[in-house]
């Protein structure tokens, strides 16, 4: 058996240590920018923002050339006139074509308009004066928008959200607004506003600054420019001649700005500017704008912020033609296509002008640790048919997968990448580690089947760079591969969209070749990719690509991520049933597999988001949940053909199994991919019970007085509970400031948990089950248990329901079993890997939590332990334990995350070393039940002879006629075996995921190697 151990080759040390601590790195809540402003922590317009500098982001290192560039800047615009304006409030936003021109009334400098999601429209009008030539209109908020002409046509965006590792803007409060019209010397225009917060947090309230109408002192624009570029480069570099050349260059160009002189102060530094890069190392530099679909705001607020950001990269194009911008997420081009058509025809043209890159081939940036294999194919299939069919795309276009900001990446994403057309992979996030040090930012990836691709991670740690000096060297400094002379320079304010502003462009421009950074040259991602592949890179990495951070994720917002797996199965079941009843289902099924995946995105699926955004995902959920559900019943209705209660087996194995039907049990044997009567069931059924213990014959508990299982032991009469099964406990869960719904503390188990107590136990046998009832309770938690022993099954189901009021606690059921080894073998896409269970070292000691899907898995040379769930994902596998974390209690972003009550299902069983067979099988039988019908009975549509391989997935082809088949390979072994199927066709193809035929399929003898993927189409006339 071949197992994928993922200890990855980096840096290790003895003791653990936190780098975030580091004066040079600081962090940025939910994305990834490591900031140093050595100019002063002062907002725009010169006021002290308000907040510490850790959360800032920012230095007071230079606060007199901060005061001097707030000088050279109170020189940029020249005010002429002040512009009227009036507003409308609103709580959410108003169609510009619903504005009722009436609503509007006067709005002062100074007055706010709203809170945080607080909408308005502005309207704003004014004469231009006689004898001023092309005045600037600037715009102040405190906030965002879409500045629109009189009939709704977007003009231009604007936004004074400050970053940590912003600098200051030349129009302080204020905004050029591009665009603006002038009929008969009369301004006009509209402007849709909101206040999403302050540095991203969700405080503050949006507040109009004033509009006017202003000239712009070129000279002074191009000093201001000039003196941050190199008073940014002074403070960064380490050549002492270099930085005193600098202080020299920029002391002298202040003496004459105070003199009054802009052109000699520009003179001044116009040597040091013209002075070439002696570097030979290339940043290739793409503008973007990282758009969260949801964070610290709904999705509504992102449909608009998509707008503002794609109508900021467009006017940008038009005015920079060397410019290059980078879009990756084809959901928002979507929205745009239907609510902004005039401005989607326009990125339509910029992309088909090679002037707007598109990045990513996934329909949105989601998760990877959580969502099914069969999800991530779909991301990939959805988004790259929009880009191809919408933008006319090549596979060629479509190589690069973009996930900059995701919480890790699965052992098994490269085979998913190559089999989708995709061999580049980019992020940052591995960054983030806060323990040890990630050894590559240029390396190859392989996978836990052998597939690799090649992974590039921006050196600086950033996908919001502001393009400045300290940010190239900083990359350039912590590059190990810096002797490949070429990085990645991904520039622009992100996470809630924005892309590059006038700061980004000029200071880019000036650095192209300039001395003491290395040259900077604008690109595309593709073309940077293209030219990295004709290079030597040396480094590797096998396995998963572990973050060493935000490990909460695979537990908070717990309802969320239960109802991601319940929908993840009904579209399986309707897809699987469609093909039973010859039905094309594939157009009432696109948008709801849409709306799936954009629920999968890495800020909503791993429940780090804000309350509203958690609340309305659970309500699409249950109306996707409702909709399939109806589905699924017409098209079981469609196949009845007789009479009696049925049951329909939708997995790769055979089942046989008891349900109860209204107060009857019944049993049900049935094949893979089949339907097959129920049949009453009737004993003997061999089970039996004491006070303190239940047993099925084949598996006896004994529960001890606080009600956790002390002896688990099989037939042969071999011990399984070591120290305790299913002990429950409340962990505290200290707030993680800011990353509270991410971030777990590590040092959780140095406090003793809580044990919850016993209330009540009662032993009972109904039918063929025997089944021990317990209450538990602790402070501000109750839990209700039905330990469940099956006749004739060695899996132990615990179906729990708990009323959870805790505040930073975490509920944990913990097992200590008998049967322990090195290693545990842990679930995911397809396969499965091998994690350490020890502490030898600080990268073991770091992966204190880890995900898995349907179970986890420990053995030694007597015996396995499995643990298996139904809706759960964090785990902590060490030194003997085998914790499942079951629910959290942050308070930030959302307060009430995961308050309430919880129903789920857990479960553990034992099985031979080295045979996971067993519970492979039992995974897919807790995860999938039976489906009840009435006359329905049919025999296996398709099934394998070797039960290593798994057969995930059944349905229509993607386009034209046609069955799909995806299988894999479970175990990590080579293995041939045949697909038995009843499905007519005329010839069978072997495919990539993206369902493109690669080579023709002979059913009776596929090879498989270690957790191989195949996809088959079963031609259809």
Same mark, same amino acid.
């Given at each position: 058996?071949?197992?994928?151990?993922?200890?990855?080759?980096?840096?290790?040390?003895?003791?653990?240590?936190?780098?975030?601590?580091?004066?040079?790195?600081?962090?940025?809540?939910?994305?990834?920018?490591?900031?140093?402003?050595?100019?002063?922590?002062?907002?725009?317009?010169?006021?002290?923002?308000?907040?510490?500098?850790?959360?800032?982001?920012?230095?007071?290192?230079?606060?007199?050339?901060?005061?001097?560039?707030?000088?050279?800047?109170?020189?940029?615009?020249?005010?002429?006139?002040?512009?009227?304006?009036?507003?409308?409030?609103?709580?959410?936003?108003?169609?510009?074509?619903?504005?009722?021109?009436?609503?509007?009334?006067?709005?002062?400098?100074?007055?706010?308009?709203?809170?945080?999601?607080?909408?308005?429209?502005?309207?704003?009008?004014?004469?231009?004066?006689?004898?001023?030539?092309?005045?600037?209109?600037?715009?102040?908020?405190?906030?965002?928008?879409?500045?629109?002409?009189?009939?709704?046509?977007?003009?231009?965006?604007?936004?004074?959200?400050?970053?940590?590792?912003?600098?200051?803007?030349?129009?302080?409060?204020?905004?050029?607004?591009?665009?603006?019209?002038?009929?008969?010397? $009369?301004?006009?225009?509209?402007?849709?506003?909101?206040?999403?917060?302050?540095?991203?947090?969700?405080?503050?309230?949006?507040?109009?600054?004033?509009?006017?109408?202003?000239?712009?002192?070129?000279?002074?624009?191009?000093?201001?420019?000039?003196?941050?570029?190199?008073?940014?480069?002074?403070?960064?570099?380490?050549?002492?001649?270099?930085?005193?050349?600098?202080?020299?260059?920029?002391?002298?160009?202040?003496?004459?700005?105070?003199?009054?002189?802009?052109?000699?102060?520009?003179?001044?530094?116009?040597?040091?500017?013209?002075?070439?890069?002696?570097?030979?190392? /290339?940043?290739?530099?793409?503008?973007?704008?990282?758009?969260?679909?949801?964070?610290?705001?709904?999705?509504?607020?992102?449909? $608009?912020?998509?707008?503002?950001?794609?109508?900021?990269?467009?006017?940008?194009?038009?005015?920079?033609?060397?410019?290059?911008?980078?879009?990756?997420?084809?959901?928002?081009?979507?929205?745009?296509?239907?609510?902004?058509?005039?401005?989607?025809?326009?990125?339509?043209?910029?992309?088909?002008?090679?002037?707007?890159?598109?990045?990513?081939?996934?329909?949105?940036?989601?998760?990877?640790?959580?969502?099914?294999?069969?999800?991530?194919?779909?991301?990939?299939?959805?988004?790259?048919?929009?880009?191809?069919?919408?933008?006319?795309?090549?596979?060629?276009?479509?190589?690069?997968?973009?996930?900059?900001?995701?919480?890790?990446?699965?052992?098994?994403?490269?085979?998913?990448?190559?089999?989708?057309?995709?061999?580049?992979?980019?992020?940052?996030?591995?960054?983030?580690?806060?323990?040890?040090?990630?050894?590559?930012?240029?390396?190859?990836?392989?996978?836990?089947?052998?597939?690799?691709?090649?992974?590039?991670?921006?050196?600086?740690?950033?996908?919001?760079?502001?393009?400045?000096?300290?940010?190239?060297?900083?990359?350039?400094?912590?590059?190990?591969?810096?002797?490949?002379?070429? &990085?990645?320079?991904?520039?622009?304010?992100?996470?809630?969209?924005?892309?590059?502003?006038?700061?980004?462009?000029?200071?880019?421009?000036?650095?192209?070749?300039?001395?003491?950074?290395?040259?900077?040259?604008?690109?595309?991602?593709?073309?940077?990719?293209?030219?990295?592949?004709?290079?030597?890179?040396?480094?590797?990495?096998?396995?998963?690509?572990?973050?060493?951070?935000?490990?909460?994720?695979?537990?908070?917002?717990?309802?969320?991520?239960?109802?991601?797996?319940?929908?993840?199965?009904?579209?399986?079941?309707?897809?699987?049933?469609?093909?039973?009843?010859?039905?094309?289902?594939?157009?009432?099924?696109?948008?709801?597999?849409?709306?799936?995946?954009?629920?999968?995105?890495?800020?909503?699926?791993?429940?780090?988001?804000?309350?509203?955004?958690?609340?309305?995902?659970?309500?699409?959920?249950?109306?996707?949940?409702?909709?399939?559900?109806?589905?699924?019943?017409?098209?079981?209705?469609?196949?009845?053909?007789?009479?009696?209660?049925?049951?329909?087996?939708?997995?790769?194995?055979?089942?046989?199994?008891?349900?109860?039907?209204?107060?009857?049990?019944?049993?049900?044997?049935?094949?893979?991919?089949?339907?097959?009567?129920?049949?009453?069931?009737?004993?003997?059924?061999?089970?039996?019970?004491?006070?303190?213990?239940?047993?099925?014959?084949?598996?006896?508990?004994?529960?001890?007085?606080?009600?956790?299982?002390?002896?688990?032991?099989?037939?042969?009469?071999?011990?399984?509970?070591?120290?305790?099964?299913?002990?429950?406990?409340?962990?505290?869960?200290?707030?993680?400031?800011?990353?509270?719904?991410?971030?777990?503390?590590?040092?959780?188990?140095?406090?003793?948990?809580?044990?919850?107590?016993?209330?009540?136990?009662?032993?009972?046998?109904?039918?063929?089950?025997?089944?021990?009832?317990?209450?538990?309770?602790?402070?501000?938690?109750? /839990?209700?248990?039905?330990?469940?022993?099956?006749?004739?099954?060695?899996?132990?189901?615990?179906?729990? $329901?708990?009323?959870?009021?805790?505040?930073?606690?975490?509920?944990?059921?913990?097992?200590?079993?008998?049967?322990?080894?090195?290693?545990?073998?842990?679930?995911?896409?397809?396969?499965?890997?091998?994690?350490?269970?020890?502490?030898?070292?600080?990268?073991?000691?770091?992966?204190?939590?880890?995900?898995?899907?349907?179970?986890?898995? /420990?053995?030694?040379?007597?015996?396995?332990? &499995?643990?298996?769930?139904?809706?759960?994902?964090?785990?902590?596998?060490?030194?003997?334990?085998?914790?499942?974390?079951?629910?959290?209690?942050?308070?930030?972003?959302?307060?009430?995350?995961?308050?309430?009550?919880?129903?789920?299902?857990?479960?553990?069983?034992?099985?031979?070393?080295?045979?996971?067979?067993?519970?492979?099988?039992?995974?897919?039988?807790?995860?999938?039940?039976?489906?009840?019908?009435?006359?329905?009975?049919?025999?296996?549509?398709?099934?394998?002879?070797?039960?290593?391989?798994?057969?995930?997935?059944?349905?229509?082809?993607?386009?034209?006629?046609?069955?799909?088949?995806?299988?894999?390979?479970?175990?990590?072994?080579?293995?041939?075996?045949?697909?038995?199927?009843?499905?007519?066709?005329?010839?069978?193809?072997?495919?990539?995921?993206?369902?493109?035929?690669?080579?023709?399929?002979?059913?009776?003898?596929?090879?498989?190697?270690?957790?191989?993927?195949?996809?088959?189409?079963?031609?259809?006339?």
């Amino acid at each position: 058996m071949s197992l994928i151990v993922t200890r990855p080759v980096v840096e290790r040390r003895e003791v653990p240590t936190r780098e975030h601590d580091s004066p040079r790195r600081s962090r940025r809540l939910g994305g990834a920018s490591r900031g140093v402003d050595r100019l002063g922590t002062r907002g725009e317009g010169g006021r002290m923002a308000g907040f510490p500098s850790f959360l800032l982001g920012i230095r007071v290192q230079q606060p007199h050339e901060y005061t001097r560039l707030l000088r050279i800047r109170s020189r940029v615009y020249i005010p002429v006139s002040n512009l009227d304006a009036a507003v409308v409030r609103s709580a959410e936003p108003i169609p510009f074509a619903e504005l009722d021109p009436a609503a509007f009334v006067p709005i002062r400098r100074g007055q706010s308009w709203g809170r945080t999601l607080d909408c308005a429209w502005l309207r704003i009008t004014g004469e231009v004066p006689e004898g001023v030539e092309d005045p600037v209109v600037l715009l102040g908020i405190r906030g965002e928008g879409l500045v629109v002409s009189p009939q709704g046509e977007p003009l231009d965006a604007v936004s004074t959200v400050f970053q940590q590792a912003d600098l200051p803007h030349s129009g302080g409060r204020f905004r050029p607004v591009h665009n603006v019209p002038t009929t008969d010397g $009369r301004i006009e225009f509209y402007a849709d506003v909101t206040h999403n917060g302050v540095i991203l947090y969700p405080v503050g309230r949006g507040v109009f600054h004033g509009a006017r109408l202003a000239t712009r002192d070129e000279t002074a624009f191009g000093l201001y420019y000039d003196y941050l570029t190199l008073v940014v480069l002074a403070g960064a570099t380490d050549d002492d001649a270099l930085e005193a050349e600098l202080r020299a260059a920029l002391a002298e160009a202040w003496r004459r700005f105070r003199a009054g002189d802009l052109t000699a102060a520009r003179a001044a530094l116009a040597g040091p500017l013209a002075e070439p890069s002696t570097s030979e190392f /290339v940043y290739s530099a793409i503008g973007h704008g990282h758009l969260d679909m949801a964070w610290l705001w709904p999705l509504r607020e992102t449909r $608009r912020k998509a707008t503002r950001t794609y109508t900021r990269a467009l006017d940008t194009i038009d005015r920079h033609p060397a410019y290059r911008y980078g879009t990756s997420q084809p959901q928002q081009l979507a929205w745009m296509k239907q609510l902004q058509p005039a401005l989607y025809e326009r990125i339509r043209s910029a992309v088909a002008e090679g002037r707007l890159e598109l990045q990513g081939s996934f329909w949105v940036e989601p998760d990877t640790n959580m969502p099914s294999g069969e999800s991530l194919v779909r991301q990939a299939l959805v988004g790259r048919r929009f880009l191809q069919e919408e933008f006319g795309l090549t596979d060629e276009q479509l190589r690069l997968c973009w996930l900059p900001d995701t919480f890790g990446y699965s052992g098994n994403l490269p085979q998913l990448l190559k089999k989708s057309g995709m061999d580049w992979f980019l992020t940052i996030k591995l960054a983030w580690n806060e323990v040890n040090t990630f050894p590559h930012r240029t390396f190859h990836w392989t996978g836990i089947d052998g597939s690799t691709v090649l992974v590039h991670m921006p050196p600086e740690g950033d996908y919001n760079s502001r393009g400045a000096a300290d940010g190239l060297l900083t990359g350039l400094r912590q590059y190990p591969e810096r002797a490949l002379e070429t &990085a990645l320079l991904v520039y622009g304010s992100g996470d809630g969209g924005g892309g590059p502003g006038e700061i980004h462009l000029e200071l880019t421009e000036r650095e192209q070749n300039l001395r003491g950074v290395p040259r900077v040259a604008y690109s595309t991602a593709g073309d940077f990719f293209r030219r990295l592949e004709t290079l030597e890179v040396p480094a590797e990495h096998r396995g998963e690509l572990y973050l060493e951070t935000h490990q909460g994720t695979y537990t908070t917002q717990a309802a969320t991520k239960r109802h991601n797996r319940t929908v993840e199965r009904m579209l399986h079941e309707v897809e699987a049933l469609s093909v039973l009843a010859d039905r094309d289902t594939r157009a009432e099924l696109e948008p709801h597999w849409r709306d799936v995946l954009l629920h999968q995105f890495h800020d909503i699926l791993p429940g780090s988001a804000i309350e509203r955004v958690n609340r309305e995902a659970r309500e699409s959920y249950e109306r996707i949940e409702g909709e399939l559900g109806r589905l699924a019943d017409e098209l079981t209705g469609a196949l009845a053909a007789g009479a009696g209660r049925t049951a329909i087996n939708l997995t790769s194995f055979p089942r046989d199994e008891h349900l109860r039907i209204d107060g009857t049990w019944h049993r049900a044997t049935v094949t893979p991919y089949a339907a097959a009567a129920l049949v009453e069931a009737t004993g003997p059924f061999g089970l039996s019970y004491t006070e303190q213990t239940i047993s099925n014959g084949h598996l006896t508990l004994r529960f001890d007085d606080h009600g956790v299982i002390a002896s688990c032991i099989d037939a042969a009469g071999a011990q399984h509970a070591g120290a305790g099964l299913n002990r429950l406990v409340v962990h505290r869960d200290p707030y993680q400031w800011p990353f509270d719904a991410w971030n777990i503390d590590a040092r959780y188990t140095r406090r003793r948990a809580r044990q919850l107590r016993l209330v009540s136990a009662e032993n009972t046998v109904d039918g063929p089950t025997v089944v021990r009832t317990q209450l538990l309770r602790g402070r501000r938690v109750e /839990v209700r248990q039905r330990i469940v022993l099956e006749a004739g099954s060695e899996l132990v189901r615990i179906e729990t $329901r708990v009323d959870w009021r805790a505040r930073h606690r975490m509920l944990r059921a913990e097992f200590r079993p008998s049967r322990y080894g090195d290693e545990a073998r842990c679930e995911i896409q397809f396969g499965h890997l091998a994690r350490p269970t020890t502490e030898r070292d600080s990268v073991e000691t770091a992966q204190f939590e880890v995900v898995a899907h349907k179970w986890a898995a /420990v053995e030694d040379e007597h015996g396995g332990f &499995a643990l298996l769930n139904d809706a759960k994902y964090g785990h902590r596998i060490k030194n003997g334990l085998v914790s499942l974390n079951l629910l959290r209690a942050p308070t930030f972003p959302d307060r009430t995350a995961d308050r309430g009550v919880h129903e789920f299902v857990y479960a553990f069983r034992p099985y031979p070393t080295g045979e996971l067979t067993p519970v492979i099988r039992d995974g897919y039988r807790l995860n999938n039940p039976l489906r009840l019908a009435e006359g329905v009975a049919f025999d296996s549509l398709v099934a394998v002879d070797d039960e290593a391989v798994v057969i995930e997935t059944l349905k229509h082809a993607e386009s034209g006629s046609g069955v799909v088949v995806r299988l894999y390979e479970a175990l990590g072994r080579d293995t041939t075996t045949a697909l038995r199927t009843r499905v007519p066709h005329t010839a069978a193809h072997e495919t990539d995921l993206l369902e493109r035929r690669t080579a023709s399929a002979d059913l009776d003898r596929l090879v498989f190697t270690p957790f191989e993927i195949k996809t088959l189409l079963l031609e259809q006339p």
